[in-house]
């Protein structure tokens, strides 16, 4: 079974035409891989469905816009995947 | 339909919140001023106008769904397929399913049949957000009732 980056950086390589191997746990989505907001929203539908849950981007953009958090707390690929296991983790109890 | 006014549904035939499917008419005009141009001596239904009836066949059914609390904008087509010309006269039924409910944004699958042959189909992608503000939403709501949205569906319209 593929890990959540495995899974996660395939969906992004994919989906924005990205080169796999040029991402990486440390990637930031937007400001390494140059990922909009708009191809962001291709990604987020591909991992819903791949992890059966629902990124909770508005309620993260909220928290970002409000300066309570950094995009880097979100968009960092390893800090996504780790909020991806989180939400996998709460939905399976 | 009055397409100068992109007005181009013009009743909801069924709107099913379990299914998360809707259903509508949308008639289009026997003149408008937009087949004088689209095109002269052939006048044909705008491909781009077939788009948005079933943009905004997508868009009901997502604004049901929201409860009438959110707005969808167009973001994204994708597989859009324009299968045969729609001609002024033809009486159109538009069709559209929610695929994925994401947060702040929903893709739909639609399609338009005129005398039940499929004309055109597309995968949409919407950015779902607040109503820009109080006077859009009363606009909505105006258009609402135009358009038989069966308000009395919605948990919170």
Same mark, same amino acid.
């Given at each position: 079974?593929?890990?959540?980056?495995?899974?996660?950086?395939?969906?992004?390589?994919?989906?924005?035409?990205?080169?796999?191997?040029?991402?990486? $746990?440390?990637?930031?989505?937007?400001?390494d &891989?140059?990922i909009?907001?708009?191809?962001?929203? *291709?990604?987020?539908? +591909?991992?819903?469905?791949?992890?059966?849950?629902?990124?909770?981007l508005e309620?993260?953009t909220?928290?970002?816009?409000?300066?309570k $958090?950094?995009?880097?707390?979100?968009?960092v &690929?390893?800090?996504?995947?780790?909020?991806?296991? *989180?939400?996998?983790? +709460?939905?399976?109890? | 339909?009055r397409?100068?006014?992109?007005?181009?549904?013009d009743?909801?035939i069924?709107?099913?919140?379990?299914?998360l499917t809707?259903?509508?008419?949308?008639?289009?005009?026997?003149?408008s001023?937009?087949?004088?141009?689209?095109f002269?001596?052939r006048?044909?239904?705008?491909g781009?106008?077939?788009?948005?009836?079933?943009?905004q066949?997508?868009?009901?059914?997502?604004?049901?769904?929201?409860?009438?609390?959110?707005?969808?904008?167009?973001?994204?087509?994708k597989?859009?397929?324009?299968r045969?010309?729609?001609?002024?006269?033809?009486s159109?039924?538009?069709?559209?399913?929610?695929?994925?409910?994401?947060?702040?944004f929903?893709l739909?699958e639609?399609?338009?049949?005129?005398?039940?042959?499929?004309?055109?189909?597309?995968?949409?992608?919407?950015?779902?957000?607040?109503?820009?503000?109080?006077?859009f939403?009363?606009?909505?709501?105006?258009?609402?009732?135009?358009?038989?949205?069966p308000?009395?569906s919605?948990?919170?319209?």
């Amino acid at each position: 079974m593929p890990s959540t980056f495995e899974t996660v950086a395939n969906i992004i390589s994919e989906t924005c035409d990205i080169p796999r191997d040029t991402i990486t $746990a440390e990637s930031h989505a937007i400001d390494d &891989l140059g990922i909009d907001s708009l191809d962001f929203l *291709d990604i987020a539908f +591909a991992i819903d469905k791949a992890f059966g849950i629902k990124l909770p981007l508005e309620q993260w953009t909220q928290v970002v816009n409000d300066g309570k $958090a950094t995009t880097e707390q979100y968009f960092v &690929l390893k800090n996504l995947c780790a909020r991806i296991d *989180d939400l996998v983790a +709460a939905k399976a109890k | 339909m009055r397409l100068e006014y992109f007005q181009l549904i013009d009743r909801i035939i069924d709107l099913n919140l379990n299914d998360l499917t809707i259903r509508v008419e949308a008639n289009v005009p026997a003149e408008s001023t937009i087949f004088e141009g689209h095109f002269p001596g052939r006048p044909l239904m705008p491909g781009v106008l077939l788009v948005e009836a079933m943009a905004q066949a997508s868009g009901w059914l997502i604004i049901g769904r929201t409860g009438f609390q959110k707005m969808p904008f167009l973001a994204a087509l994708k597989e859009v397929k324009l299968r045969t010309f729609v001609t002024p006269g033809q009486s159109l039924e538009v069709t559209a399913k929610i695929l994925h409910e994401g947060s702040g944004f929903a893709l739909t699958e639609a399609e338009i049949r005129a005398d039940g042959k499929k004309v055109c189909n597309a995968e949409i992608t919407f950015r779902v957000v607040d109503f820009p503000d109080g006077d859009f939403r009363a606009n909505m709501n105006d258009v609402a009732r135009r358009i038989a949205f069966p308000l009395e569906s919605v948990p919170h319209g």
